[in-house]
Antibody
C-alpha cells in the first residue's frame, strides 16, 4: 500500500524556519517525481515545489522562490522541504504528493495527510 | 502561468441529481487536465486524469470531458459520499495550477 506521511509542521514566528519531511512507503520512491502542494485555511490548493526522481532537478513557485529548498534522500525514502524566512501568508497545510504520468499527462495520484504550518507571532 | 477558472464556486444539490462542474483554462491545454475531490480535513484524491480517464477505483458515475480550454466534470447521480470540494488542475505547463474549487453541498 502506497503511503506518504508528512511531519515537521508547527507554529513558527515570522522570519523563522522549518523543515518538513515526507516518508514514503509501498512503492519505489526513487522512480517518482515528488511535489509539495499547500492549502491555506479555507482556501484552495497551490503548488509549491517539485523534484525529479534522482534529485538533480527542482522547481519552486514564485511565491516561495529563494525561501524554500526541496530535496530528497532516496536511500531513506524521504522527501524534504526546507522553509526559511517564513511569512504569515505561508500558513497552510502542506501536502506531499506523488506525480505519475499516464499517456504523457501528469497528475498527483497519491497524497500525504498533510502537516500544518502556522506562521504567527 | 496558466489560470484555471472553475464554476460555479459552490452548488447545492440533492442525492440522485446530475451535477456538472466546469473548468476553463486561460490558454489551450489540450487534455492535460485532472480533477480531484477533497473532503473536509482530508487530502485530495484524483478522480479523472487526462480530461476523461477515470482513475482506478473511482465510481463510474464520475466522468470528465473537454479539450483545449473548456472542461467539465459530471456526476451522473449524486451520492451522499460525493458532497465535497472539487478541483481541476492543469499539467500542460509548469507550474501546475489548480482551479479555485467547487463546493458541492446538500440541498
Amino acid at each position: 500500500e502506497v503511503q506518504l506521511v508528512e511531519s515537521g509542521g508547527g507554529l513558527v514566528q515570522p522570519g523563522g524556519s522549518l523543515r518538513l519531511s515526507c516518508v514514503a512507503s509501498g512503492f519505489t520512491f526513487s522512480s517518482y517525481w515528488m511535489h509539495w502542494v499547500r492549502q491555506a485555511p479555507g482556501k484552495g490548493l497551490v503548488w509549491v515545489s517539485r523534484i525529479n526522481s534522482d534529485g538533480t532537478s527542482t522547481s519552486n513557485a514564485d511565491s516561495v522562490k529563494g525561501r524554500v529548498t526541496i530535496s530528497r534522500d532516496n536511500a531513506k525514502n524521504t522527501l524534504y522541504l526546507q522553509m526559511n524566512s517564513l511569512r504569515p501568508e505561508d500558513t497552510a497545510v502542506y501536502y506531499c504528493a506523488r506525480a505519475i504520468a499516464v499517456a504523457g499527462v501528469a497528475h498527483f495520484d497519491y497524497w500525504g495527510q498533510g502537516t500544518l504550518v502556522t506562521v504567527s507571532s | 502561468d496558466i489560470q484555471m477558472t472553475q464554476s460555479p464556486s459552490s452548488l447545492s444539490a440533492s442525492v440522485g441529481d446530475r451535477v456538472t462542474i466546469t473548468c476553463r483554462a486561460s490558454q489551450s491545454i489540450s487534455t492535460y487536465l485532472n480533477w480531484y475531490q477533497q473532503k473536509p480535513g482530508k487530502a485530495p484524491n484524483v478522480l479523472i486524469y487526462a480530461a476523461s480517464s477515470l482513475q482506478s477505483g473511482v465510481p463510474s458515475r464520475f466522468s470528465g470531458s473537454g479539450s483545449g480550454t473548456d472542461f467539465t466534470l459530471t456526476i451522473s447521480s449524486l451520492q451522499p459520499e460525493d458532497f465535497a470540494t472539487y478541483y481541476c488542475q492543469q499539467s500542460y505547463s509548469a507550474p501546475a495550477t489548480f482551479g479555485g474549487g467547487t463546493k458541492v453541498e446538500i440541498k
